[in-house]
Nanobody, 120 residues
């Protein structure tokens, strides 16, 4: 079984920074792409950023220049560095990964989410 555990959320003032981490654990052979999503109250879940195993990244326009996704394959961990935070970034942030288990079975795994609140 594979689990994703996020950390690093919290309360920050507008203009501040936070760094989210998401560590995968379990019977992992490899992890393909990893993603950060967010869900704000009253809004649909939104893909924030993605990164392939080789490090190719993409992000939604609203966070370009402010958020940076990165990963450490040796640690099976993905990060989201969030700078210049705005109140509209307030949401629960979820990690998502395309995981190949040691059995070679493929799993799409979600983390439990971490709350980010940006005060004005």
């Amino acid at each position: 079984q594979v689990q994703l555990v996020e950390s690093g959320g919290g309360l920050v003032q507008a203009g501040g920074s936070l760094r989210l981490s998401c560590a995968a654990s379990g019977s992992i052979f490899s992890i393909n792409s990893m993603y950060w999503y967010r869900k704000a109250p009253g809004k649909q879940r939104e893909l924030v950023a993605a990164i392939t195993r080789s490090g190719v990244t993409n992000s939604v326009d609203s966070v370009k220049g402010r958020f940076t996704i990165s990963r450490d394959n040796a640690k099976n961990t993905v990060y989201l560095q969030m700078n210049s935070l705005k109140p509209e970034d307030t949401a629960v942030y979820y990690c998502y990964a395309d995981v190949i288990a040691t059995t070679r079975a493929q799993f799409n795994v979600w983390g439990q989410g971490t709350q980010v609140t940006v005060s004005s």
